[in-house]
């Protein structure tokens, strides 16, 4: 596979055709966020006033650019895209992203013009991302290519491929404004008239900056392609996939949203299973996942320890992680000597530890901080998930051992949940995970994204 | 049945047992707590000291009360419960609660005690709800027995039986800052030595402040009791339970809580089914199916219709029903006719019906209420699922047109949920949830929450 993803992830100039002065233009809303990205590399804007735009000189044609392009960024109707498309494959620039929409999706004429954009690509070598697309962004590279306002993307290790203009929009809209982690790459690809899934997977597979892919696919053009990437990639780093369409009603949704044909979808979970994918069946989980991914290690085994501040959420626990298959762990005989030390007399000790009757002694912060120690200690534990009590008497920040004891046990992942007062939920809850300890409401969700995370990484174990 | 619950939901005098004027401590907290709820009965306070406490003159013993009480609540260590118990049966008080752990979960001791303590009951008439309990609240009469700070509980149509004193303290506090439907009973029934589960129910069952019975429970005693009062009451109004232990590693978990025997889980759910008891497996469920029965109707079946700001959400949402066993609605020809006239021509028209082609030419809020609209109309349609993109060019007032449709198509579920920027979506949810429209994320609760619903509304029709 070619290098040319540098081009489109790590690009050292763009030009907009189709830029815009007008607010509220999408060729306009292309440079607001690409300036509130602080994008270091030269910006052409193309236009045919050729008047200045944003503190920009504008280009009445691509063939006006003076100097090298990597990146052309397409946001002109359909019918007005394949003569400045010929202009950069005169110009020998090596990346397209076509964002507008009005091809194959709308009508023949679409389809036909999509035809006419890939030959250009074949003949000139120019790779194409899109069309229909919401397009790019690569926080490394202070880029984005989407029309929608996000604002500055926060780093992080995260990379999404999205079959799907809303992922890269209004769900990572959602993740800048309601969660605390960052993203390397994202990828909307639109109607894949060139570059598809497997090459971008191949590519975020080698990429440094990438801890993990998530992916929300409708179909593959070419699956056995992909699958052979995706069995390769699953042996660096963790691949989680939510699969659009794999009931019937969402199947027949799918091929009027992306024209995917869905096909046998237990065919397609055995080809997940077998080249190490860990499918996921919610579009939260794509967030919940990355959570995880980013601000813990991945858990070393399926061996869970939790506490609570009742006998009723341990139960719901064991339950919980039970059916998900997932492992209540087993105290070691010296974990379960301390915690009766610490206990009252009377009290049953089992997993999840109830802290009822340690709390009132140690109080709430050193009797969580002592017990999590201990489990994350115990060569029988392999991940602790505390159930911590939100109230106006705890400060946010009386929660600091959980960084700390983070820190200290660096191959335990540690995911918090809390039941109590909403108010202080949300203030601990932006403290820890500004802080690494990424914290999950429901409950449930801690628990299922850890199942997820141990399949992630036995597949990196089966394919070493 | 007696009518003893009514000394225990709507007493018009309590004493309490063991009241203190110490800040901080049990039996203080409980009259902080009463007070903040602004119980509007008698209240005695009892305390060997006989000092005033919080303005309220306070008895040496349950004897030198002047008048008739109807419910007695002890916050007493428990080997000094015997004494004011027995002075209670003399003065005939109706009803008891007895907070205080220390008995049969304990020791032997305890397991001793709680059997006099039954015995002195069943000797004098008196009724019992505990040992070992958070205790009742009951908003109707402004009354709460609870230790823990909840402050003023909200009033509304959804009553819970917990069998675990988190219910009725922490997950009650979440529910009084985090969300937006109020509570009429809540009853935490402890070790359960009198009063158990059936009884409750079947007062719930018949109370007309109750519109639904929410339960979380880990074993009966007499558990066929149990199930035919259940297939009572479910007739009438909706039941639903998360039971805690269903998994082997839950149910050992359960049998040190409370120690209760879970039993065969398969026996269980088919007891469960058979009288029409609404089974949910997640702990928020019991939140989430709460919210959905307080803000807005029981779908009357379980045909939904949803719209989204993107063909993927769709997709989503249409994968998450099938697999839910929810149907996604056959649109009619006048539904799909006016559809035509306002989607863009090229638009294969489905359900969930894909925004993107409708918003750019009627604006956000005027096609979203239009569609809105449409599918409430049509008689194939039995719930309506909008997807809504959250965003600070909407401000929360402009969703009104929500709780407008709703009280004109007043039998038919709206559940709203959101994608884009956070603190919209927190403006637009707190609007709406309080003019009755439930707002749920992740998306997939909505629907979740639905299904349990349209399984109870089954259960009410099949009674019949």
């Not at 697309?133 to 202070?142: D, H, R």
């Not at 639109?190 to 899934?197: C, L, R």
């Not at 209540?328 to 049953?348: D, G, P, Q």
């Not at 600091?400 to 939920?425: M, N, R, V």
Request: glycine residues 8%; positive net charge.
């Amino acid at each position: 596979m070619s290098d040319v993803f540098k081009y489109f992830f790590e690009p050292e100039s763009v030009t907009i055709i189709g830029a815009s002065k007008t607010p509220g233009k999408a060729g306009n809303e292309i440079l607001v966020n690409m300036l509130a990205n602080g994008y270091a590399g030269k910006i052409y804007p193309v236009n045919p006033t050729g008047e200045e735009i944003m503190g920009f000189p504008s280009y009445r044609s691509v063939k006006e650019i003076p100097e090298r392009v990597d990146l052309a960024v397409f946001i002109v109707p359909a019918e007005k895209t394949l003569e400045p498309l010929r202009e950069c494959a005169g110009k020998k620039i090596p990346a397209a992203v076509i964002l507008s929409a009005g091809y194959a999706e709308v009508d023949d004429q679409g389809k036909r013009l999509q035809e006419e954009i890939l030959a250009v690509a074949k003949t000139s070598g120019m790779r194409i991302i899109g069309p229909n697309t919401s397009g790019l962004s690569s926080t490394l590279a202070s880029l984005t290519t989407t029309l929608f306002p996000l604002g500055k993307i926060r780093r992080g290790p995260i990379s999404y491929i999205a079959q799907t203009g809303n992922f890269a929009t209004h769900t990572m809209k959602w993740i800048m404004t309601a969660e605390n982690f960052g993203v390397a790459r994202v990828a909307g690809l639109g109607n894949k008239i060139d570059v598809e899934d497997a090459e971008v997977l191949d590519y975020l597979g080698r990429d440094p900056e990438t801890k993990a892919v998530l992916m929300y696919v409708e179909g593959f053009r070419q699956a056995r392609r992909f699958f052979e990437v995706a069995r390769e990639v699953t042996r660096k780093k963790p691949v989680i996939m939510l699969k659009g369409g794999r009931s019937k009603a969402g199947a027949e949704r799918a091929f009027s949203h992306t024209a995917s044909l869905a096909g046998d979808d237990r065919v397609f979970d055995a080809a997940c299973r077998q080249t190490g994918i860990a499918r996921v069946t919610r579009y939260f989980d794509l967030i919940n996942v990355a959570k995880g991914i980013a601000l813990q290690p991945l858990p070393p085994g399926r061996r869970v320890s939790s506490l609570a501040p009742s006998g009723a959420l341990g139960v719901v626990v064991a339950d919980a992680c039970e059916t998900l298959g997932l492992k209540m762990a087993n105290h070691s005989e010296a974990t379960l000597k301390r915690l009766r030390e610490i206990s009252a007399s009377w009290v049953a000790l089992s997993n999840p530890v109830d802290m009822s009757p340690i709390t009132p002694t140690l109080g709430p912060v050193r009797a969580y901080k002592e017990v999590i120690e201990l489990l994350l200690r115990d060569e029988g534990v392999d991940a602790v998930v505390p159930i911590l009590l939100a109230s106006p008497n705890i400060p946010a920040e009386q929660y600091a051992y959980l960084p700390e004891l983070s820190s200290k046990y660096p191959h335990k992942p540690i995911y918090a949940t809390f039941t109590g007062d909403k108010q202080s939920f949300d203030q601990a809850r932006a403290f820890l995970e500004q802080r690494s300890i990424p914290v999950f409401i429901p409950l449930e969700h801690a628990l299922e994204t850890l199942q997820v995370l141990c399949r992630c990484r036995e597949a990196l174990i089966r394919g070493r």
